[in-house]
């Protein structure tokens, strides 16, 4: 029976735990104090004893790319070498940190932060192929704005190395392992999505550019530990009729595997950025903060725009339920498939159920992963790791209310009061404290 306090190995790299932050947006940026907010938010998950750290989605391009306000860009050398001064943070309490490397393509705030549009006017979003016809039908009626540039065979050579050239300079910096940010909607997904890829070339064959990412990580960076999510569109609306199945995720995770991926994240999605990324309840209190109504509609071009969204956010909320462990079942079957360690994220809020996953006291008695990761619990507990490493349970009530400001560019915070006050209450009874857990 494997706990929750066992050391796991990925592609080399020994972790104290199976416990793992999972990567969500820090909304550092780049500017002047950008290391120091990373710093702030990634150390206390280390002190607080998780064994690795997920830095959220960061960009591999100069320009573009960014799905929401204050991502930040790893494509300068001088930029990442300082933070250096994170993983010295991370690596002093004994945890592990990996860096996540994404583009949006298609999903970037070009597409759908009207703001944005106006202040970047001539920025066009990176594309697979020709938009589908859904996402053009959404521009014509001004829903949205497409203005793609479809992506050449040498252009997609030179994006796969400027991902090898960011984990390379990540590396030099300190970070432990490499995450490539694969699903939910981003230009990775796009690349291996049949809904969005329709190339003639050999990228036609999305695990392709996975593979050229391969090869130029490990040109840049060696062999530091490379991971990846393995997304399947089995959420997709019932109008798209060509997406990633189950089946078709599990051989791309076998592949991956064969190419040389030494850890691998299955998750279920959508085509779309909706609800399927976060699930639970509709986030009322965030919609209804009076101190966000003009960013909103800034966003979304206007407050009926905004109201809009809110509505399609309300019913979307009631189909994506939270179901703890929703990509368990997933992961089993990748795990069936594979000899490497196998992460599930998705919905997991209660040590018992971190327990179940890892052990096989669900399902069908098989193991659903070998590491078990949660995120926005610790927009509510940065030092959430103590308490799930004693055999307690995290506070998020999955009310969403942290994820929806984030378009104006708010920083991911628990915004529900209960919530807030119990963690008030428990930081003076000191419950953070590592040595009240069983990791130490």
């Not at 506070?395 to 009061?417: F, M, Y």
Request: proline share 5%; hydrophobic share 40%.
């Amino acid at each position: 029976m494997t706990e929750l306090t066992e050391p796991l190995e990925i592609g080399g790299c020994t972790l104290p735990n199976r416990l793992y932050r999972a990567p969500v947006l820090e909304c550092a940026g780049n500017g002047e104090g950008a290391v120091d907010t990373l710093v702030s938010e990634l150390k206390p998950t280390a002190e607080s004893g998780v064994g690795l750290v997920f830095q959220g989605a960061s960009v591999v391009t100069p320009e573009g790319g960014c799905a929401a306000p204050n991502m930040t860009r790893v494509h300068d050398p001088g930029f990442v070498a300082r933070l250096e001064q994170l993983t010295d943070a991370i690596h002093a309490h004994e945890g592990k940190i990996f860096l996540q490397l994404a583009h949006g393509g298609l999903r970037s705030m070009a597409t759908w932060h009207a703001g944005y549009r106006a202040r970047n006017p001539d920025e066009r979003q990176l594309a697979v192929s020709r938009s589908p016809w859904q996402l053009r039908v959404l521009d014509r009626l001004g829903l949205i704005s497409l203005t793609p540039h479809v992506l050449s065979t040498a252009e997609v050579r030179d994006l796969a190395e400027q991902f090898g050239r960011a984990a390379g300079y990540a590396v030099d910096a300190g970070y432990d392992g490499i995450h490539l940010s694969a699903a939910n909607m981003s230009l990775v997904q796009q690349f291996l999505s049949p809904f969005y890829n329709r190339r003639d070339d050999e990228f036609a064959d999305g695990v392709r550019f996975l593979e050229a990412v391969h090869d130029a990580v490990r040109e840049h960076a060696g062999d530091v530990p490379l991971v990846t999510k393995v997304p399947a569109e089995t959420v997709a609306p019932s109008f798209v009729r060509r997406h990633i199945s189950m089946d078709e995720a599990v051989d791309t995770a076998k592949r991956l595997v064969d190419i040389g991926y030494d850890a691998l994240v299955p998750v279920e999605v959508s085509t779309f950025w909706d609800m399927s990324i976060v699930r639970g309840a509709y986030p009322d209190r965030a919609w209804a903060a009076a101190e966000l109504q003009d960013d909103y509609a800034a966003a979304f071009g206007g407050r009926w725009r905004a109201r809009a969204v809110a509505l399609l956010n309300r019913l979307q909320a009631r189909r994506f339920d939270r179901e703890p462990g929703w990509n368990a079942a997933f992961c089993r079957r990748v795990g069936d498939r594979v000899d490497v360690p196998v992460l599930l994220e998705g919905g997991l809020r209660t040590r018992a159920d971190c327990d179940r996953c890892l052990s096989g006291d669900s399902g069908d008695g098989e193991p659903a992963a070998d590491m078990v990761g949660m995120a926005r619990p610790f927009y509510a507990e940065p030092r959430l790791g103590a308490r799930l490493l004693a055999g307690e349970d995290a506070l998020c009530a999955s009310c969403n209310n942290c994820t929806i400001p984030q378009v104006t560019g708010e920083p991911g915070r628990c915004r529900t009061p209960s919530v807030v006050r119990a963690k008030g209450r428990l930081e003076r009874d000191g419950a953070y404290e590592r040595n009240n857990s069983d990791g130490e």
